[in-house]
């Protein structure tokens, strides 16, 4: 599940109008705010597990697992992509914050290591990717490049400058870790192409505007 630009900004740490629309968004799910557990992001690598909804934010984390119910994970994107896991078998669900930092760093690693500390099993995982920038806008520099030279197929030229396509590689990251081609579902939507969701590249804010991504297993 994940909040569109109409519900309104939804960063962890904003002002209150951020607070009472995460509230709201909340609410509107059928979800207590108590057991939400948010990430305060640091664009990297961290896994963090989650045991109860007591601490409601995790600092300096990227990504998040549970095996509990009841607790309802979440992230803020504005172009970074929403990576859900789900393993069907253990019952252990998961959420990454995929930018190109953390993928180039292994966030996708890591989580499907801390997945597997917990029991699940990649032939068992069932993996979504949300809304982020796609390879269309994703332009980058030389230095960017150089941090997905493993992944060539995965860049491309037009008029000299450089694009990535970020779901490729999450793909081709999953699929070598084991998790099937045909239990990955891709929405492809665009944030910078969708006038429905904040994006911060083509909006260019003062102050960052994000969607919330949200996954948790009821009793």
Known sequence: MMSEKSDGTMRL???GANRENRNRFFEKAGIDIRQAVGAKLENGNN?????????????????????????????????????????????????????WRGIAGGVIENTMKKITELGGMAENLKIALGPGINKCHFEVGEEVVDKFK????????????????????????????????????????CTFCSKNLFSFRRDKPKMVEAMVAVIGMRE
């Not at 172009?79 to 669900?93: G, H, L, R, T």
């Open 13 to 15: 740490l904003g002002d």
């Open 47 to 99: 896994v963090k597990i989650i045991f109860d909804s007591q601490e409601n934010i995790i600092n300096q984390t990227d990504a998040l697992i549970t095996k509990k119910k009841n607790i309802f994970l979440s992230i803020s994107v504005a172009d970074c992509i929403p990576v859900f896991f789900y393993e069907s078998q253990a019952k252990i669900i998961g959420l990454a914050h995929a930018g």
């Open 150 to 189: 493993n992944y060539k197929e995965y860049i491309f030229k037009k008029d000299k400058k450089y694009f990535i396509d970020l779901r490729g590689i999450i793909k081709k990251k999953l699929n070598k870790l084991g998790v099937k081609s045909e239990n990955i579902e891709d929405c492809n939507i």
